[in-house]
């Protein structure tokens, strides 16, 4: 009993510590989990202003096609079957090779 009233209070926090460390430790990790993925969640939910959905259209560039390149596509897709065909599945489905 004695020596347990000796113990100095700094060797006391240290056995606590190592009695418990695992359990702080899933507690601290726990903790940091939490704390990201209601950050994540937060910025993720957050809808742009309108003052930046208009600085990133500024940045795109708009592709422009002359008339006359537009008629020949037409031209050529009318004449060939095969080149109609593909230019339709290809604007069916976009994503297949």
Known sequence: MIEK???LPLTQVADFLKRFRFIIF???FAAIYAY???TINSLGNQAPS???VDQ???TVKRLRIDESSIDQMLK???E???IKAAYDEAR???FSE
């Open 36 to 38: 990201l993925f209601i």
């Open 76 to 78: 050529l897709t009318e």
């Open 50 to 52: 309108q003052l930046e």
């Open 26 to 28: 899933l507690t601290l």
């Open 5 to 7: 009233a000796k113990k």
């Open 92 to 94: 069916n489905n976009p």
């Open 80 to 82: 060939n079957i095969e």
């Open 56 to 58: 990133e259209l500024q």
